[in-house]
């Protein structure tokens, strides 16, 4: 991944601000997905290549740790809450993820 000159990263204290770093990650690697996508099948170079070795390693690694800790620490707390803001936002969410994309 590329350094964002800049760019704040939060510390372990801060976990919200964790998550919302990787959320980041996460919006800047889609964005290159796409834009390798957009080629529409012509040939990568060198950097294109390299954008989508980390976009997909980034997915295939770092994605899976995130997913586990929202659902198995964040989601329980926020939960634990019992407000019901964030029970419509569960709500919406497992309505979201149940849900088709769209095309498919």
């Not at 801060?14 to 964005?31: N, Q």
């Not at 929202?70 to 989601?75: A, M, N, T, V, W």
């Not at 707390?77 to 088709?100: G, Q």
């Amino acid at each position: 991944m590329a350094v964002q000159i800049g760019a704040k990263s939060h510390h372990f204290t801060e976990p919200l601000g964790l998550l919302s770093d990787c959320h980041r990650r996460i919006e800047m690697f889609i964005a290159s997905l796409s834009a390798i996508a957009e080629l529409g099948g012509q040939p990568l170079n060198e950097e294109g290549w390299r954008a989508l070795e980390n976009a997909l390693r980034y997915f295939r690694e770092a994605t899976p740790k995130h997913t586990a800790d929202e659902e198995q620490s964040l989601f329980p707390r926020l939960r634990a809450l019992h407000s019901k803001e964030y029970e419509l936002v569960f709500s919406k969410m497992a309505i979201t993820l149940s849900a088709p994309p769209n095309g498919f």
